[in-house]
């Protein structure tokens, strides 16, 4: 009885050392803000223990902006697997919180937020932790219609770096 309980407390435990291991970022985007000026997006950056270089994921949001339980629960998983994740909060930076029910605004952001997909994997690149050949992005909703989008031929020539290396599309809008 002793054990079974001793091993909830370590995997509770190690859950919660994971996401201690999260930091706030932010970083330039070639998107420009309603003022003109270069947008800084921001994000969650994640980590598995140790120096790496480990492979990554960008992680896109769906149309109702971040949703932090369902976001932790991915990125924890993800970390877990070794994997290093940037979860990128599209919206906030431009003040925007929902776009669910918006099918031209779903439609436009769609092509806005690929762009901000490779900003994301060329800051990912960048970190010394992270294997830059290695890179991958993960969406829902509306994240996975970015997804889709950001596959297409025009919007990946767009990007000054190499494709990604994996595409994952949850439930795509």
């Known amino acids: 009885m002793y054990k079974k309980y001793l091993i909830i407390f370590v995997l509770i435990f190690g859950f919660i050392v994971q996401a201690s291991l999260a930091d706030s970022v932010k970083f330039k985007s ?11 997006l921001t994000g969650i950056l994640t980590k598995p223990e140790g120096n790496g270089p480990f492979p990554a994921v960008v992680l896109l949001h769906g149309c109702g902006g971040i949703n932090k339980e369902r976001d932790n629960a991915w990125s924890n998983r993800i970390v877990n697997w070794g ?5 990128i909060d599209s919206f906030g930076p431009r003040n925007v919180s929902n776009i669910c029910a918006d ?11 690929a762009r901000d ?5 060329d ?5 010394p932790f992270v294997d830059q050949n290695r890179i991958a992005f993960l969406g829902w909703s509306h ?3 970015t997804v889709i989008t950001a596959l297409m031929k025009q919007i ?10 994996a595409a994952i599309a949850f439930y795509p809008l």
């Not at 070639?30 to 800084?40: A, E, F, I, N, V």
């Open 103 to 113: 099918y031209p605004t779903l439609l436009a952001m769609s092509f806005t937020r």
């Open 156 to 165: 990946k020539s767009q990007s000054s770096q190499t494709p990604f290396n």
């Open 83 to 87: 994997y290093a994740t940037l979860h």
């Open 143 to 145: 994240g996975g219609m």
């Open 123 to 127: 800051f990912l690149a960048e970190l």
């Open 30 to 40: 070639t998107s420009k803000g309603s003022d003109g000026r270069p947008l800084m």
């Open 117 to 121: 997909a490779f900003d994301a994997k």
